[in-house]
């Protein structure tokens, strides 16, 4: 499985790399003390809109998966140790779906999900191959 996992991962990062490049050439970042940040929820509001989960159809579930059951984030206890937190899933919003797939992105580059060895395989395949599926999905809006 851990073989199978590396694949999608890397084919996740591929496409939400494209992603990053062309929403940032087509002008939907904003600038942070010199960086360019890329602007999910611009893009998410003009581009896919409030409609998305009929728009998905089939695809529906992929997405509310993962809106209802969101990637975690990391945090800091009382310790000063590094801890996961459950990210609330009150909000079923296409702005929250794009943050999750971030998310999922963030933990993954960021090293926190994997280490050399996949934590949580079962579910670490779920969040891929859903988040894959939606950047697959809205891809040809971007021309990638």
Known sequence: MENQLDLLAFEFFKLFARYESSLKERGFFVVNRG????DWDRYANQEIGNDFL???GEER???EYI???PPKKQSANEENQI???DVPN??????MLFAHISRI???LY???KFNGTWFDPERSSLLLSNALTILKFYQNRLGI
């Open 105 to 107: 992105r963030n933990n």
């Open 90 to 95: 009150n909000e079923q919003s296409v702005q």
């Open 35 to 38: 960086k360019l940040i890329v």
């Open 83 to 85: 801890i996961w937190v």
């Open 110 to 112: 960021h090293g926190a």
């Open 54 to 56: 009929n728009e998905l």
């Open 61 to 63: 579930q992929v997405a």
């Open 67 to 69: 809106l209802n059951s």
